[in-house]
Protein backbone atom coordinates (compact mmCIF):
# COMPACT_ATOMS: atom_id res chain seq x y z
CA UNK A 1 0.00 0.00 0.00
CA UNK A 2 1.15 3.68 -1.27
CA UNK A 3 1.48 6.31 1.62
CA UNK A 4 -1.43 7.81 -0.72
CA UNK A 5 -4.04 4.80 -0.36
CA UNK A 6 -2.48 5.05 3.43
CA UNK A 7 -3.76 8.05 3.95
CA UNK A 8 -7.10 7.97 1.73
CA UNK A 9 -7.82 4.80 4.30
CA UNK A 10 -7.09 7.31 7.43
CA UNK A 11 -9.24 9.79 5.92
CA UNK A 12 -12.22 7.48 5.24
CA UNK A 13 -11.92 5.67 8.59
CA UNK A 14 -11.86 9.03 10.41
CA UNK A 15 -14.81 9.84 8.97
CA UNK A 16 -17.11 6.68 9.93
CA UNK A 17 -15.32 6.96 13.35
CA UNK A 18 -16.46 10.91 13.61
CA UNK A 19 -19.95 9.58 11.81
CA UNK A 20 -20.73 6.73 14.24
CA UNK A 21 -19.61 8.89 17.66
CA UNK A 22 -21.28 12.00 16.46
CA UNK A 23 -22.24 12.89 19.67
CA UNK A 24 -19.25 13.16 21.36
CA UNK A 25 -17.33 14.69 18.21
CA UNK A 26 -19.78 17.29 18.37
CA UNK A 27 -18.68 17.98 21.92
CA UNK A 28 -15.22 18.46 20.86
CA UNK A 29 -15.66 20.25 17.82
CA UNK A 30 -17.62 23.00 19.56
CA UNK A 31 -15.03 23.11 22.20
CA UNK A 32 -12.37 24.20 19.48
CA UNK A 33 -15.16 26.30 17.80
CA UNK A 34 -15.62 28.60 20.83
CA UNK A 35 -11.96 28.93 21.84
CA UNK A 36 -11.08 30.04 18.14
CA UNK A 37 -14.11 32.23 18.03
CA UNK A 38 -13.16 34.13 21.31
CA UNK A 39 -9.96 34.47 20.06
CA UNK A 40 -10.69 35.85 16.71
CA UNK A 41 -13.18 38.23 18.00
CA UNK A 42 -10.32 39.70 20.24
CA UNK A 43 -8.09 40.25 17.39
CA UNK A 44 -10.83 41.65 15.48
CA UNK A 45 -10.98 43.92 17.75
CA UNK A 46 -7.31 44.79 18.62
CA UNK A 47 -6.78 44.98 14.67
CA UNK A 48 -9.74 47.11 14.16
CA UNK A 49 -8.82 49.54 16.95
CA UNK A 50 -4.91 49.94 15.94
CA UNK A 51 -6.54 50.91 12.13
CA UNK A 52 -8.49 53.55 14.44
CA UNK A 53 -5.68 54.72 16.03
CA UNK A 54 -2.99 54.89 12.77
CA UNK A 55 -6.01 56.74 11.23
CA UNK A 56 -6.70 59.53 14.43
CA UNK A 57 -3.03 59.68 14.43
CA UNK A 58 -2.82 61.10 10.93
CA UNK A 59 -5.67 63.41 11.66
CA UNK A 60 -5.07 64.87 14.63
CA UNK A 61 -3.28 67.98 15.57
CA UNK A 62 -1.36 70.29 17.67
CA UNK A 63 -3.36 72.72 19.32
CA UNK A 64 -2.18 75.86 20.26
CA UNK A 65 -4.59 78.42 22.51
CA UNK A 66 -4.32 81.89 22.57
CA UNK A 67 -5.01 84.56 25.37
CA UNK A 68 -8.10 86.75 25.05
CA UNK A 69 -5.59 89.28 24.87
CA UNK A 70 -3.42 87.73 22.29
CA UNK A 71 -2.64 90.49 19.74
CA UNK A 72 -2.65 90.16 15.57
CA UNK A 73 1.15 90.15 15.88
CA UNK A 74 1.21 87.93 18.45
CA UNK A 75 -1.08 85.18 16.07
CA UNK A 76 1.03 86.17 13.74
CA UNK A 77 4.37 85.51 15.53
CA UNK A 78 2.83 82.41 16.60
CA UNK A 79 1.83 80.69 13.11
CA UNK A 80 5.31 81.45 11.99
CA UNK A 81 7.14 80.09 14.88
CA UNK A 82 4.38 77.12 13.65
CA UNK A 83 5.15 76.11 10.35
CA UNK A 84 9.22 76.95 10.89
CA UNK A 85 9.85 73.70 11.51
CA UNK A 86 9.92 71.07 8.15
CA UNK A 87 7.79 68.63 9.90
CA UNK A 88 4.74 71.08 10.32
CA UNK A 89 2.58 71.10 7.54
CA UNK A 90 0.14 74.16 8.00
CA UNK A 91 -1.27 76.21 10.38
CA UNK A 92 -4.87 77.69 10.69
CA UNK A 93 -6.56 80.52 13.27
CA UNK A 94 -9.41 78.91 14.26
CA UNK A 95 -11.45 82.09 15.71
CA UNK A 96 -13.75 82.15 18.69
CA UNK A 97 -16.61 82.31 16.39
CA UNK A 98 -15.87 79.10 14.38
CA UNK A 99 -14.64 77.72 17.42
CA UNK A 100 -18.41 78.33 19.18
CA UNK A 101 -19.82 76.99 16.14
CA UNK A 102 -17.78 73.95 15.65
CA UNK A 103 -18.79 72.94 19.85
CA UNK A 104 -22.04 73.56 18.79
CA UNK A 105 -22.18 70.82 15.42
CA UNK A 106 -19.93 68.15 17.45
CA UNK A 107 -22.32 68.60 20.85
CA UNK A 108 -25.34 69.99 20.11
CA UNK A 109 -27.21 69.07 23.04
CA UNK A 110 -24.54 71.08 24.86
CA UNK A 111 -24.58 73.92 22.60
CA UNK A 112 -26.82 76.05 25.61
CA UNK A 113 -23.49 75.95 27.54
CA UNK A 114 -21.98 78.92 25.56
CA UNK A 115 -24.70 81.41 26.30
CA UNK A 116 -24.27 84.00 29.15
CA UNK A 117 -20.47 83.72 28.84
CA UNK A 118 -19.76 87.52 26.74
CA UNK A 119 -19.34 87.74 23.11
CA UNK A 120 -16.18 85.29 23.13
CA UNK A 121 -16.79 82.35 24.87
CA UNK A 122 -14.44 79.80 23.38
CA UNK A 123 -11.07 81.54 22.88
CA UNK A 124 -9.16 81.87 19.32
CA UNK A 125 -6.41 78.73 18.52
CA UNK A 126 -3.92 77.96 15.76
CA UNK A 127 -4.61 74.72 14.91
CA UNK A 128 -0.82 72.87 13.35
CA UNK A 129 -1.22 69.98 10.70
CA UNK A 130 2.15 67.59 11.90
CA UNK A 131 3.81 65.21 9.60
CA UNK A 132 4.20 62.68 12.26
CA UNK A 133 6.59 60.16 9.83
CA UNK A 134 9.14 63.27 9.99
CA UNK A 135 9.23 63.97 13.73
CA UNK A 136 10.49 62.33 16.22
CA UNK A 137 9.24 62.41 20.24
CA UNK A 138 11.94 64.50 21.20
CA UNK A 139 11.60 67.02 19.07
CA UNK A 140 7.86 67.29 19.37
CA UNK A 141 7.81 67.47 22.64
CA UNK A 142 10.40 70.11 22.81
CA UNK A 143 8.40 72.11 20.02
CA UNK A 144 5.84 72.25 22.34
CA UNK A 145 7.28 72.84 25.38
CA UNK A 146 8.51 76.18 23.87
CA UNK A 147 5.05 77.36 23.00
CA UNK A 148 3.80 76.22 26.11
CA UNK A 149 6.37 78.88 27.63
CA UNK A 150 4.79 81.87 25.34
CA UNK A 151 3.18 83.96 27.42
CA UNK A 152 0.36 84.66 24.47
CA UNK A 153 -0.26 81.20 24.72
CA UNK A 154 -3.08 79.94 27.54
CA UNK A 155 -2.75 76.16 26.79
CA UNK A 156 -1.60 73.67 23.69
CA UNK A 157 -3.48 70.41 23.49
CA UNK A 158 -1.44 67.39 22.46
CA UNK A 159 -3.41 64.11 21.05
CA UNK A 160 -0.34 61.80 22.01
CA UNK A 161 -1.10 60.80 25.48
CA UNK A 162 -4.71 59.84 24.35
CA UNK A 163 -3.28 57.96 21.61
CA UNK A 164 -0.82 56.34 23.47
CA UNK A 165 -3.00 55.11 25.83
CA UNK A 166 -5.52 53.56 22.82
CA UNK A 167 -3.01 51.41 21.88
CA UNK A 168 -1.82 50.41 25.09
CA UNK A 169 -5.25 49.25 25.20
CA UNK A 170 -4.76 47.24 21.45
CA UNK A 171 -2.10 45.62 22.89
CA UNK A 172 -3.89 44.52 25.96
CA UNK A 173 -6.37 43.15 23.73
CA UNK A 174 -4.32 40.77 21.37
CA UNK A 175 -2.50 39.41 24.84
CA UNK A 176 -5.72 39.07 26.11
CA UNK A 177 -6.89 36.86 22.55
CA UNK A 178 -3.68 35.34 22.19
CA UNK A 179 -3.75 33.64 26.46
CA UNK A 180 -7.85 33.30 26.41
CA UNK A 181 -6.89 31.63 23.43
CA UNK A 182 -4.26 29.23 24.44
CA UNK A 183 -6.45 28.67 27.99
CA UNK A 184 -9.04 27.31 25.81
CA UNK A 185 -7.17 25.64 23.25
CA UNK A 186 -5.72 23.52 25.92
CA UNK A 187 -9.06 22.79 27.44
CA UNK A 188 -10.20 21.97 24.03
CA UNK A 189 -7.01 18.99 23.22
CA UNK A 190 -7.89 17.64 26.51
CA UNK A 191 -11.46 17.34 25.25
CA UNK A 192 -10.64 15.90 22.11
CA UNK A 193 -8.06 13.57 23.68
CA UNK A 194 -10.79 12.35 25.92
CA UNK A 195 -13.01 11.68 22.80
CA UNK A 196 -9.83 10.05 20.74
CA UNK A 197 -8.96 7.67 23.52
CA UNK A 198 -12.78 6.69 24.11
CA UNK A 199 -13.03 6.30 20.16
CA UNK A 200 -9.75 3.71 20.69
CA UNK A 201 -11.61 1.92 23.42
CA UNK A 202 -14.70 1.04 20.95
CA UNK A 203 -12.55 -0.48 18.39
CA UNK A 204 -10.37 -2.22 20.56
CA UNK A 205 -11.52 -5.65 19.18
CA UNK A 206 -11.09 -4.55 15.75
CA UNK A 207 -7.48 -2.55 16.65
CA UNK A 208 -6.61 -6.59 18.49
CA UNK A 209 -7.49 -8.41 15.36
CA UNK A 210 -5.25 -5.84 12.77
CA UNK A 211 -2.49 -5.95 15.38
CA UNK A 212 -2.54 -9.92 14.94
CA UNK A 213 -2.58 -9.66 11.29
CA UNK A 214 0.52 -7.67 11.42
CA UNK A 215 -0.71 -4.23 11.35
CA UNK A 216 2.31 -1.60 11.97
CA UNK A 217 1.68 0.80 14.68
CA UNK A 218 1.57 4.12 12.07
CA UNK A 219 -1.13 2.22 10.27
CA UNK A 220 -3.49 1.22 13.07
CA UNK A 221 -3.24 4.96 15.05
CA UNK A 222 -3.18 6.94 11.67
CA UNK A 223 -6.90 7.46 11.60
CA UNK A 224 -7.37 8.72 15.05
CA UNK A 225 -4.68 11.22 14.43
CA UNK A 226 -6.31 11.88 11.48
CA UNK A 227 -9.83 12.14 13.16
CA UNK A 228 -8.12 14.43 15.97
CA UNK A 229 -7.08 16.54 12.86
CA UNK A 230 -10.60 16.75 11.70
CA UNK A 231 -12.54 17.76 14.06
CA UNK A 232 -9.73 20.58 14.94
CA UNK A 233 -10.21 21.94 11.45
CA UNK A 234 -13.89 21.93 11.66
CA UNK A 235 -14.14 23.64 14.76
CA UNK A 236 -11.75 26.47 12.98
CA UNK A 237 -13.42 26.16 10.01
CA UNK A 238 -16.76 26.55 12.39
CA UNK A 239 -14.90 29.73 14.19
CA UNK A 240 -14.43 31.27 11.03
CA UNK A 241 -17.78 31.31 9.67
CA UNK A 242 -19.20 32.25 12.95
CA UNK A 243 -16.66 35.54 13.14
CA UNK A 244 -17.37 36.45 9.66
CA UNK A 245 -21.20 35.87 9.65
CA UNK A 246 -21.09 38.18 13.18
CA UNK A 247 -19.13 40.81 11.75
CA UNK A 248 -21.46 40.91 8.91
CA UNK A 249 -24.43 41.49 11.00
CA UNK A 250 -23.00 44.09 13.31
CA UNK A 251 -21.86 45.87 10.50
CA UNK A 252 -25.04 46.81 9.81
CA UNK A 253 -26.57 48.44 12.95
CA UNK A 254 -22.84 49.50 13.51
CA UNK A 255 -23.44 52.53 11.31
CA UNK A 256 -25.25 54.27 12.99
CA UNK A 257 -22.52 54.33 16.32
CA UNK A 258 -19.02 56.30 14.98
CA UNK A 259 -17.32 54.04 17.48
CA UNK A 260 -18.70 50.66 16.34
CA UNK A 261 -18.37 51.19 13.00
CA UNK A 262 -14.46 52.16 13.39
CA UNK A 263 -13.92 49.26 15.65
CA UNK A 264 -16.09 46.96 12.65
CA UNK A 265 -15.20 48.62 9.92
CA UNK A 266 -12.44 45.94 8.66
CA UNK A 267 -12.66 42.45 8.89
CA UNK A 268 -10.03 39.59 9.77
CA UNK A 269 -7.07 39.05 6.66
CA UNK A 270 -7.50 35.72 4.98
CA UNK A 271 -4.04 34.54 6.42
CA UNK A 272 -5.33 35.19 9.83
CA UNK A 273 -8.67 33.59 8.46
CA UNK A 274 -5.91 30.64 7.77
CA UNK A 275 -4.31 30.80 10.87
CA UNK A 276 -7.43 30.13 13.01
CA UNK A 277 -8.60 27.24 11.00
CA UNK A 278 -4.42 25.48 11.32
CA UNK A 279 -4.62 26.38 15.19
CA UNK A 280 -7.77 24.23 15.36
CA UNK A 281 -6.40 21.51 13.58
CA UNK A 282 -3.09 21.58 15.13
CA UNK A 283 -4.98 21.18 18.46
CA UNK A 284 -6.68 18.39 16.76
CA UNK A 285 -3.66 16.71 16.40
CA UNK A 286 -1.64 17.63 19.01
CA UNK A 287 -4.88 15.92 21.19
CA UNK A 288 -4.80 13.18 19.45
CA UNK A 289 -1.73 12.23 19.78
CA UNK A 290 -1.50 12.37 23.24
CA UNK A 291 -4.61 10.50 23.89
CA UNK A 292 -2.93 7.78 22.46
CA UNK A 293 0.60 7.90 23.18
CA UNK A 294 0.52 5.82 26.28
CA UNK A 295 -2.55 3.70 24.95
CA UNK A 296 -1.97 -0.08 24.13
CA UNK A 297 -4.72 -0.23 21.00
CA UNK A 298 -5.46 -3.77 21.16
CA UNK A 299 -2.74 -5.14 22.93
CA UNK A 300 -3.41 -8.68 24.73
CA UNK A 301 -2.12 -10.55 27.66
CA UNK A 302 -0.16 -12.79 25.53
CA UNK A 303 1.59 -10.00 23.64
CA UNK A 304 5.10 -9.56 25.35
CA UNK A 305 5.16 -5.71 24.54
CA UNK A 306 1.53 -5.48 26.63
CA UNK A 307 2.80 -5.11 29.98
CA UNK A 308 5.11 -2.38 28.46
CA UNK A 309 2.84 0.06 26.53
CA UNK A 310 0.43 -0.10 29.96
Known amino acids: MTFAQALLYFFREAVQNLLRSWKVSLLAIFTISVSLTLAGLFLLLAGNLRQVIEQWRGESKVVVYLENDAS???????????????????????????????????FPSLGDLLEGWGDQPLPASLEATILWDRVTKNELTGWIDGLRGDPAVSMVDDDRDWLAQLEAAAIVLEALAWALGAILLVTAIFTISSVIRLTAYLYHDEIAVMRMVGATEFFIRGPFYVEGLLQGLTGGAFAAGLLATGHRLAAGPAEDSILASLLLS?????????????????????????SLRRESLGRTAEDPEWEEAD
Open 266 to 290: KFLSPLQLVVLVMLGGLAGLIGAVA
Open 72 to 106: DEDRSRLREQLVAPPWCEAADLVGPEAASQRFREA
